[in-house]
C-alpha cells in the first residue's frame, strides 16, 4: 500500500470518528441516582435538583413513587458535571388552585436552606438522602392567597 493510500485512509477513519460521536461537545458527565426518603419512608413525588456551587447547568431529576431518582443535565438520564453541589428536593402536590399539600419540610425546596450538599466525583447509584420531619408534623397544607 502506498503512503498516500495509508494518509487518506487514516483521515477518512479520523473523520468517522470525528462525525460519529466521540463526544457532544459537552461537560463530561457520569450518572448519578439513589433514593429519597423522609422519617424512613420513600418521597413518593416530586422533584430533586443539584446546583454547582461553581456555576454551570443544573442536574435534576423527577422523583419516582419507589423515591428513587436518576439525574439528567442536557436530555434523558445523562448524569452531572462532576463538582461540588448544593442540593434541594421538594415534594408537591396541588390540590387546587389555592392550596397545596407538603410532603417534606419546605427548608429542603431551597437549596440555601436545604443543609443537602454533595460532591460528585463518579458514577454512582446510591446517592441517597435520608430526611427528616425533624419537630415539624407533616405533611402539611399550605393555602395561597
Do not use: H
Not at 470525528?18 to 418521597?43: E, L, M
Not at 458514577?123 to 438522602?129: L, V, Y
Amino acid at each position: 500500500m502506498s503512503n498516500t493510500k495509508l494518509v487518506f485512509g487514516l483521515l477518512v477513519v479520523a473523520f468517522i470518528a470525528q462525525t460519529v460521536g466521540c463526544g457532544d461537545g459537552r461537560p463530561k458527565r457520569v450518572q448519578v441516582s439513589g433514593k429519597i426518603t423522609i422519617d424512613g419512608s420513600p418521597v413518593k413525588l416530586g422533584n430533586i435538583q443539584f446546583i454547582r456551587k461553581s456555576g454551570g447547568r443544573p442536574a435534576s431529576a423527577k422523583i419516582q413513587p419507589d423515591g428513587s431518582y436518576r439525574l439528567r443535565t442536557y436530555e434523558s438520564e445523562d448524569g452531572c458535571v462532576p463538582g461540588d453541589y448544593l442540593v434541594s428536593i421538594s415534594s408537591i402536590e396541588y390540590i387546587n388552585d389555592e392550596t397545596l399539600r407538603w410532603f417534606l419540610p419546605k427548608k429542603y425546596s431551597v437549596p440555601n436552606t436545604s443543609g443537602l450538599e454533595r460532591t460528585v466525583t463518579e458514577a454512582t447509584n446510591s446517592m441517597d438522602f435520608t430526611l427528616t420531619w425533624g419537630d415539624d408534623d407533616g405533611p402539611f397544607i399550605e393555602y395561597i392567597e
